[in-house]
C-alpha cells in the first residue's frame, strides 16, 4: 500500500524538496526540535541512572567526537571530556548515594 501512495505522489508531480524548503523544516525547526529531544533524554538519563553515568556517558561522546570531527580547538573537548568523565566517575563512586549505582538484570 505505502509503495502505491509513493507512486501516486511521485506521479502528481509534487516537488517535495520545495515543499521542504518553503516551510523551512530543515533549517531552524530541526534544529530546535533536536535540542528539546537532547534535554528531556538528558533529564531523562538523570532521573534513571544518576548524575555520575550521565557526566560519564557525556564525557566519552565529547571526547570520541573531538577525534573524529573537525572541530576547531580539538585540544579543549578532549580536555573537558575527560574532566567530564573524571567527575562522573567521581560522582558514581560516592557512598554517600550521591551517584545511583546501575543494576543490571540478568535473564
Known amino acids: 500500500?505505502?509503495?502505491?501512495?509513493?507512486?501516486?505522489?511521485?506521479?502528481?508531480?509534487?516537488?517535495?524538496?520545495?515543499?521542504?524548503?518553503?516551510?523551512?523544516?530543515?533549517?531552524?525547526?530541526?534544529?530546535?526540535?533536536?535540542?528539546?529531544?537532547?534535554?528531556?533524554?538528558?533529564?531523562?538519563?538523570?532521573?534513571?541512572?544518576?548524575w555520575g553515568m550521565v557526566l560519564i556517558s557525556l564525557g566519552a561522546l565529547i571526547w570520541f567526537l573531538a577525534f573524529i570531527m573537525d572541530w576547531y580547538s580539538k585540544g579543549s573537548a578532549i580536555i573537558f571530556g575527560l574532566v567530564l568523565i573524571a567527575i562522573g566517575i567521581f560522582l558514581h563512586t560516592r557512598r554517600d548515594g550521591g551517584g545511583r549505582e546501575i543494576r543490571l538484570r540478568y535473564a
Open 1 to 50: 500500500m505505502s509503495f502505491l501512495i509513493i507512486y501516486g505522489l511521485y506521479k502528481s508531480g509534487i516537488d517535495f524538496s520545495s515543499i521542504f524548503y518553503k516551510l523551512q523544516f530543515f533549517g531552524d525547526l530541526i534544529l530546535i526540535l533536536v535540542g528539546i529531544a537532547l534535554i528531556i533524554f538528558i533529564i531523562w538519563a538523570i532521573i534513571r541512572w544518576g
